[in-house]
């Protein structure tokens, strides 16, 4: 079945760039349809939705976070992958891949499908 | 975009029924049945339990079960078992500008 794994640093430097990436097993990410997502949760806290990127390469982005944040696909290693310029402590947190339909799928406008998560700690 | 708005916390005892809310604006939960539900224990990612306001997912118990009203939302888990005890937040897609957003979330104890 379809599986999601994030990977990255655990640990960036204040006013860097986080990098991560989310390999997906057991499918194609250039699935009709579905949308690839990154949401953040820092701890003790809840979800924030930072972006999708549909499958075809459409980019959709947090207001919020637009500025600084960079989705993209990289088809031929079936990954996708994040970038968030500037950071700061404010940006610790766990980010989780995960998997999101549309209308035109069988789990409708949901993410179904989620990574378990890497802990990044922006520290100097 | 500002979060969904969800009680903290709410809590009942075993075989009993709770009930979540989850307020928006007509731009998010008003505007598109596209609201979803994710049930969360510590540690652990978050698991799609409601999706399209009253959809279930293959696997999911009939005793998780959703509805909307105008900008509210809400999850009802029935028959709480102590399996249920756990973090719940809802989402929903809010307009190609701003697209999805997740409720503050509600912890559900068992009590």
């Known amino acids: 079945q379809l599986q999601l794994q994030e990977s990255g640093p655990g640990l960036v430097k204040p006013s860097e760039t986080l990098s991560l990436t989310c390999t997906v097993t057991?499918?194609?990410?250039?699935?009709?349809?579905?949308?690839w997502g990154w949401i953040r949760q820092p701890p003790g806290k809840g979800l924030e939705w930072l972006g999708n990127?549909?499958?075809?390469?459409?980019?959709y982005y947090s207001p919020s976070l637009k500025s600084r944040v960079t989705i993209s696909l990289d088809t031929p290693r079936n990954q996708f992958s994040l970038r968030l310029s500037s950071v700061t402590a404010a940006d610790t947190a766990v980010y989780l891949c995960?998997?999101?339909?549309?209308?035109?799928?069988?789990?409708?406008?949901?993410?179904?499908?989620w990574g378990q998560g890497t802990m990044v700690t922006v520290s100097s | 975009q500002s979060a969904l708005t969800q009680p903290p916390s709410a809590s009942g005892s075993p075989g009993q029924s709770v009930t979540i809310s989850c307020t928006g604006t007509?731009?998010?939960?008003?505007?598109?049945?596209?609201v979803s539900w994710y049930q969360q224990h510590p540690g652990k990612a978050p698991k799609l339990m409601i999706y399209e306001v009253t959809k279930r997912p293959s696997g999911v118990p009939d005793r998780f079960s959703g509805s909307k009203s105008g900008n509210t939302a809400s999850l009802t888990v029935s028959g709480l078992q102590a399996e249920d005890e756990a973090d719940y937040y809802c989402s929903s897609y809010a307009g190609s500008n701003n697209f999805d957003v997740f409720g503050t979330g509600t912890k559900v104890a068992v009590l």
């Open positions: 057991g499918g194609s990410i250039i699935s009709s349809g579905y949308y």
């Open positions: 990127i549909y499958y075809s390469g459409s980019t």
């Open positions: 995960a998997r999101r339909g549309s209308s035109f799928t069988s789990v409708g406008n949901a993410f179904d499908i």
């Open positions: 007509s731009s998010d939960v008003g505007g598109y049945n596209y």
